[in-house]
């Protein structure tokens, strides 16, 4: 496959659009992932996650010179499962990303919402696939921390990042959303606001509680506090402490053998949304087509009959086993 090659070497073009193509759902995109696949696993895949404002894109572009600075190629993908209303926000990301548009070892995408039907988590994947058979030997995927949707997009990741900002109550969102137990290092960004001592000692704390289980090989996320962005020294200083402690725990990940268990959460999970893309989408698309779908819930309503009665019908019509 020509593109294919095309992306080997590189070719942001080819890759783009590739990106897009999947991102507008288009077979023939899908069906060129089937020869990028075999050629990944080079990247170290680093997700970054925290409510919108918590200065996650500030940081990102703090990393990338950061790992530029050390020769690794970098790949960034930025994504917004929350709402179509972010795109000023993405847009403001690629104009503060221009400084790095010259430089041939970054690249940078963002992915919206656009056409996806639960298959974000899919597109993200995807889009990690083909940075990692580009060659970025780092790929940071900046995600905002709502829900399931968005651990599942994190999943993609071997080192996961929470970014917490003090007098948020961000905490308790985090909790929510089952961010922390994913957590390989916390950082506390905005640090020079007041109130960073208290929320270390809350996830401390919380750390305190958690089971040795939850801490694989004895990796218990540490915590780092970031100084002001717009402080450039000690900004610099705190993101040369923080691609160090993403390394070391890229390094702990393989001394331990447990890069294997990322990769499999990783593999368990793109099965899962492949699978999800292939028999439920088309399913619920042609129910929805044809107004089947809208006839059941308003059976439903009626309480004519039950969801759980329906999606065994359904189940019965669409789900043949061998004969
Ligand atoms: N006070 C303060 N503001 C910051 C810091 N880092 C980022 N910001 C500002 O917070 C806002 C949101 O930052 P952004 O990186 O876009 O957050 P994201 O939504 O998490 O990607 C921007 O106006 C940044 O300039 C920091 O360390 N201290
Ligand atoms: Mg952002």
Redesign the pocket.
């Known amino acids: 496959m020509e593109r294919v090659k095309k992306i080997k070497s590189g070719d942001v073009r080819t890759a783009s659009r590739l990106i897009r193509n999947l991102e507008d759902g288009m077979d023939e995109a899908r069906a060129m992932m089937k020869h990028i696949f075999p050629l990944t696993g080079h990247s170290h895949v680093i997700g970054i996650t ?1 409510s ?8 990102v572009d703090g990393l990338v010179e950061s790992f530029r600075k050390k020769d690794k190629t970098v790949g960034v993908l930025a994504v917004d499962p929350t709402s179509p209303f972010t795109g000023g ?1 993405i847009l ?2 690629r104009i503060r990303m221009q400084r790095h548009a010259e430089d041939p070892g970054v690249f940078v995408r963002s992915l919206a919402t656009r056409g996806a039907l639960g298959g974000l988590a899919k597109a993200v994947g995807d889009a990690i696939h083909i940075m990692d058979v580009m060659g970025k030997d780092i790929v940071l995927v ?1 995600t905002v921390g709502t829900g399931q949707q968005e651990v599942d997009i994190i999943n993609h990741s071997h080192t996961v990042i929470v ?1 917490l900002i003090p007098g948020m109550g961000d905490e308790i969102q985090a909790i929510k959303a089952g961010i922390l137990e994913i957590a390989d290092i916390f950082v506390i ?2 640090a ?2 007041e109130g960073s001592s208290k929320l270390r000692r809350e996830i401390m704390a919380m750390l305190d509680m958690a089971p040795a289980s939850a801490f694989p090989a004895g990796w218990r996320p540490p915590i780092l506090k ?5 402080e450039p020294v000690g900004f610099t200083k705190s993101l040369e402490e923080m691609s160090q402690t993403i390394e070391n725990h890229y390094q702990h990940l393989v001394k331990h053998d447990l890069l294997g268990s990322r990769v499999h959460r990783k593999a368990a999970m793109e099965l899962n949304e492949a699978i999800r893309c292939s028999v439920l989408d088309p399913v619920l698309s042609a129910l929805a087509a044809n107004g089947e779908l809208e006839r059941m819930v308003e059976q439903l309503m009626k309480k004519d009959t039950d969801p759980y009665t329906l999606a065994e019908e359904i189940a019965r019509r669409y789900l043949k086993t061998a004969p």
Do not use: Y
């Open positions: 925290g919108p404002g918590a200065g996650k894109s500030t940081l926000a403001g990301d900046e970014v960004n905005k020079d606001r970031c100084d002001n962005a717009f």
